[in-house]
C-alpha cells in the first residue's frame, strides 16, 4: 500500500513538473498602465453586484448626507433619512431572504467526496481532543 502512494506522489509530480509554466520575466509596467488595469478590474461587472450588504452602506450613505445637509437643506432632510432608514430596513430584510451562495461539490480525482456528518458529541470531542493533544 505505501509503495502505491509513492507511485500516485511521483505521478503527481512529474505531471506539475511538465504542467509548471516557465517564469517569465516581469515587466515594468507604467504608473498609466497600472492605473488603467486597476480601473478596467474595478469596472468589472462582477465587482458590481447587488448584495445586502451594498444596499445597506447605500441606505447609510443617504442616512449622513441627511445629517451633513440638514442645517443647508433643511427640507432634504426627512426625505433623504426616511428613503436612507426604509432602504436599510429592506437591506437588513435582505439578508434573510436572500439565498446563500453556492458552491460547487467537493471532488478529489474525479470522484465527488461527501463530508461526514457531524454530531454535537463528535463536534466536541474533537475539540477537545484538539486542545489537549498540545
Do not use: C, H
Request: net charge positive.
Amino acid at each position: 500500500m505505501p509503495d502505491q502512494y509513492e507511485q500516485e506522489i511521483e505521478d503527481i509530480l512529474r505531471q506539475a513538473e511538465a504542467e509548471a509554466p516557465l517564469p517569465q520575466p516581469r515587466s515594468r509596467q507604467s504608473l498609466r498602465g497600472l492605473v488603467r488595469q486597476y480601473a478596467r478590474q474595478s469596472l468589472n461587472n462582477n465587482a458590481w453586484g447587488i448584495s445586502p450588504g451594498r444596499i445597506m452602506l447605500t441606505a447609510l450613505a443617504l442616512i449622513l448626507a441627511a445629517i451633513l445637509l440638514r442645517p443647508f437643506l433643511p427640507s432634504l432632510f426627512g426625505v433623504l433619512a426616511w428613503a436612507g432608514l426604509i432602504i436599510f430596513i429592506i437591506a437588513y430584510g435582505l439578508f434573510f431572504v436572500k439565498p446563500s451562495r453556492k458552491y460547487p461539490p467537493k471532488k478529489w480525482r474525479g470522484r465527488y467526496v461527501e463530508d461526514e456528518p457531524t454530531n454535537l458529541f463528535t463536534s466536541l470531542k474533537d475539540k477537545l481532543t484538539r486542545r489537549f493533544k498540545r
